[in-house]
């Protein structure tokens, strides 16, 4: 088990894009999933990409269960995906707050495309495909973000929906 030190906003690797990871079924890359895992268990993360943790490849993981930062929403299946690609669905916006293991503290609010097709591959190179929408969608598109080397701050559209946590409590609602 190995807890990795996440980077923060500023970091330079944050705002890189990453590499598709070339060869499935790796020590290299199983390692870095279980590392990835640790390290967003251990923060209470609903999601982490390999940026985050300074690893420029195309791998993200999320999950949503009974997690305390995320009490109102519906739960998300332990899912990881490699070289992702999204489209959406259509050009329906939803404005939701969003949060980060490297913006910590924070919370914004961030217009998503409210349903999205992803695809790419699990752990061991088979295919996935979903079409998903609300939370879950969002929580794709904020971690394939991370891919492309953007945070979710820089999708504010007004930065006075952005701020801490704790002063935002009665805006956010949770
Ligand atoms: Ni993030």
Known sequence: MTIRKLLRMGHPLLHEPSYPVQEFNTAVLDALIEDMKDTMIEAEGAGIAAPQIGV??????????????????????????????????????SAGWEACLSVPGMRGLVPRFKSVRYCGFDQKGDKIEREVDGFHARVVQHECDHLLGILYPQRIVDMKDFGFSDELADKVGC
């Open 56 to 93: 420029l490849w195309q791998v993200v993981m999320f999950e949503i269960d009974d997690n305390p930062r995320y009490p109102n929403e519906e739960s998300i299946d332990f899912t990881v995906l490699i070289n992702p690609e999204i489209r959406p669905v259509s050009d329906k916006m």
